[in-house]
């Protein structure tokens, strides 16, 4: 859990006259939970939209695993090991929880329904989509259609179709958003989980979950990385507290 497997060097980036991101260095480690905070408008979901491709940077490069990234489309990005995870946009209502799963696994293979014919790859298919609802625990849900899921499984599931394509990286904005204390408590625990043998780069409002998931966090102000430490660092750290966090995070 050391060498950086995304990491910024420099990144700029502008809209017309508005500069946003302004000369970004960030170091994802292989295998760590890392949350970048900071307060609204800082630039979180553009630095999110450059690492994923919806955004070129001005300057600056972005690296994967030591390939540059930056300037890439997203379906390149995606295909290079970078997952985002978007609220519950890419699951099919229409369909139950574990068509959902065989579709994202064989995405991730290349095969289409028309094209099934040795059985000993669909089977694979099979076992790899029931290890994944185990995983998710949707067991029980297994084939009920996604539609009919609460609001916490559905992004379960949202999850798991990230997971499915096996990324490198995966990019979890918000993952909180909308949820109750019940269902943030449900899903911390699933991202602790599945984030065991993976790496996360997390955006989310609720410091507490921050605080209680991440293995380092990096804060955002104003477009400018001002510290990035452990969660006890980063609540202890001066600039930190006067900035955005406060003095009542550090009690
Ligand atoms: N496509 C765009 N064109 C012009 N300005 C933009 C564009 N996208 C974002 N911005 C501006 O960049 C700034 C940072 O926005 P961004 O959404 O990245 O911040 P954020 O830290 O994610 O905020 P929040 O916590 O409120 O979600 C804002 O002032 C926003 O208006």
């Known amino acids: 859990m050391s060498d950086p497997i995304l990491r910024l ?10 500069h946003i991101i302004r000369g970004v260095d960030l170091e994802v480690r292989r295998g760590e939970r890392h949350a970048v905070i900071g307060p609204n408008g800082a630039g979180k979901s553009t630095l999110f939209h450059l690492c994923s491709g ?9 690296l994967l695993d030591g390939q540059e990234i930056g300037g890439m489309k997203p379906a390149e990005v995606n295909c290079r090991g970078l997952a985002r995870s978007f609220q519950i946009t890419n699951i099919f209502p229409g369909i139950s929880v574990f068509e959902n799963l065989r579709l994202a696994v064989m995405r991730k293979h290349g095969l289409q329904f028309t094209f099934w014919r040795r059985v000993s790859r669909l089977d694979n298919v099979t076992q790899e989509v029931e290890g994944l609802i185990e995983r998710l625990r949707l067991g ?61 780069l997390i955006v989310e409002h609720d410091m507490s979950v921050v605080f209680s998931l991440a293995d380092r966090i990096s804060v955002l102000v104003y477009g400018e990385m001002i510290a990035t ?7 202890e750290n001066p600039q930190v507290k006067e900035a955005y966090l406060g003095e ?4």
């Open 54 to 62: 919806e955004f070129a940077p001005s300057s600056g490069r972005i």
């Open 248 to 251: 009542e995070v550090a009690a």
């Open 140 to 200: 029980h849900r297994a084939h009920t259609l996604a539609s009919q899921l609460s609001y916490s499984e559905q992004r379960s599931l949202e999850i798991g179709m990230t997971l499915a394509s096996d990324p490198k990286v995966i990019l979890l904005d918000e993952p909180m958003a909308g949820m109750s204390q019940e269902e943030t408590e449900y899903t911390v625990g699933l991202i602790r989980e599945i984030a065991e043998d993976r790496t996360l």
């Open 229 to 235: 430490g452990t969660p006890k660092e980063i609540r």
């Open 9 to 18: 060097e420099g990144v700029h980036k502008s809209f017309g006259p508005a």
